[in-house]
């Protein structure tokens, strides 16, 4: 069954692709976690790989983002426990990690881009923020510039863009400020990255008009944002984000 599954490539079923679909499904469904996940991670890169060089043409995409709800981010199925997401997020960032470059973009929109509604538990962004801050502790020269064009494609008013700087924030800032070095670094490894958290800092922490009230940054912050222009006293105006090297993809509607 395994054998079957690797020898398939999604970019090139045609017709009544339903019974291949659902005889997929019941053969990772056999697949223990986190087994099954890494599957179908194989199966986003044979995907990505299959059609980047056909631009703009990502035929049964519906099915791959479908197979990434379901076996990656468990989307409808009982909540990941603490390891098990440990275990997925190290997972996604070793995959991400190792996607060849022309394709890195395109897989990471096609598990994060993904518009999710509803009041419940977002397991994307929760998997987003810790990949993020992984990425930066490990100051991740693949999957940063990654993050600041996903951050510039959405703007500063997004509530994700803003969920995932807090987290920064709170965690080289505020639970673990001796590592505060590892986001100040993000400078040197995709400075339009640090454009655009510096002008999430601006957002997180402006000053209410009505009623007045200061959201005062916490102290390693300030000092970050100090070393960042004067390393750079044109940051703040930097808008041109890096193309991350991928081919020209644009997300596809969903």
């Known amino acids: 069954m395994v054998t079957v599954l690797r020898e398939e490539?999604?970019?090139n079923w045609q017709g009544n692709i339903t019974p291949k679909v659902n005889l997929m499904?019941?053969?990772i469904n056999r697949i223990e976690f986190p087994n099954s996940t890494i599957y179908i991670l194989e199966f986003v890169d044979?995907?990505?790989?299959?059609v980047q060089q056909h631009s703009g043409n990502f035929p049964n995409q519906n099915v791959v983002i479908q197979f990434i709800s379901e076996f990656v981010f468990m989307e409808g199925r009982q909540k990941l426990n603490p390891l098990q997401e440990f275990t997925l997020v190290?997972?996604?960032?070793?995959?991400i990690k190792n996607c060849s470059p022309k394709i890195r973009y395109p897989v990471f929109d096609s598990l994060f881009g993904k518009k999710t509604g509803g009041s419940g538990v977002d397991v994307r962004l929760e998997v987003?923020?810790?990949?993020s801050s992984l990425a930066v502790s490990m100051e991740s020269k693949q999957i940063l510039p990654l993050l600041g064009q996903w951050i510039q494609l959405r703007g500063t008013s997004c509530r994700k863009v803003k969920l995932v700087c807090r987290t920064l924030v709170q965690d080289f800032c505020v639970l673990y400020p001796h590592l505060s070095g590892s986001?100040?670094?993000?400078?040197?490894?995709h400075e339009p990255l640090s454009a655009g958290l510096?002008?999430?800092f601006t957002v997180l922490y402006s000053v209410n008009i009505e009623p007045p009230q200061f959201n005062l940054p916490p102290k390693p912050l300030i000092k970050l944002v100090l070393n960042w222009l004067t390393k750079n006293p044109n940051l703040t105006g930097n808008a041109a984000f890096g193309s991350s090297a991928?081919?020209?993809y644009t997300p596809p509607r969903r």
């Open 25 to 27: 499904k019941s053969i």
């Open 9 to 11: 490539n999604i970019a």
């Open 128 to 131: 987003l923020c810790k990949l």
């Open 198 to 200: 510096l002008n999430l």
């Open 246 to 248: 991928t081919y020209r």
């Open 183 to 189: 986001l100040e670094n993000c400078l040197n490894i």
């Open 90 to 95: 190290d997972a996604v960032y070793k995959f």
């Open 46 to 50: 044979k995907y990505f790989q299959s």
